[in-house]
């Protein structure tokens, strides 16, 4: 099975940073695209950014210039720096991962983290 685990969230004023982690673990498993989501309260989940295994990134219009995606592949880890943070960017921001049983053919599956929470707040 796969494990995904999300840290890094909390309180920051307007205009802080943030930087958050996803580790991904599984025996005999492999991991391809990874992501990152966000859901504020009373509207839909939406993907933020997110990373190829190759390391094409992928940003939401709302976050270019002030979010960047990357990956440690030896760890299996994908982050995301948030710079310049706005109350806009309160949420519970959830990590996907992409991953299936090494040496097989069938298509990754998507794994989700439990969520970490972020506020922005004066």
């Known amino acids: 099975q796969v494990q995904v685990a999300e840290s890094g969230g909390g309180l920051v004023q307007p205009g802080g940073s943030l930087r958050l982690s996803c580790a991904a673990s599984g025996s005999g498993f492999s991991f391809y695209a990874m992501g990152w989501y966000r859901q504020a309260p009373g509207k839909q989940r939406e993907l933020v950014a997110s990373?190829?295994?190759?390391?094409?990134?992928n940003y939401a219009d709302s976050v270019k210039g002030r979010f960047t995606i990357s990956k440690d592949n030896a760890k299996n880890t994908v982050y995301l720096q948030m710079n310049n943070l706005s109350p806009e960017d309160t949420a519970v921001y959830y990590c996907?991962?992409?991953?299936?049983?090494?040496?097989?053919?069938?298509?990754?599956?998507?794994?989700w983290g439990q969520g970490t929470q972020v506020i922005v707040s004066s």
């Open positions: 990373i190829t295994s190759l390391g094409k990134t």
């Open positions: 996907l991962i992409a991953a299936r049983l090494s040496g097989t053919a069938a298509p990754p599956d998507d794994y």
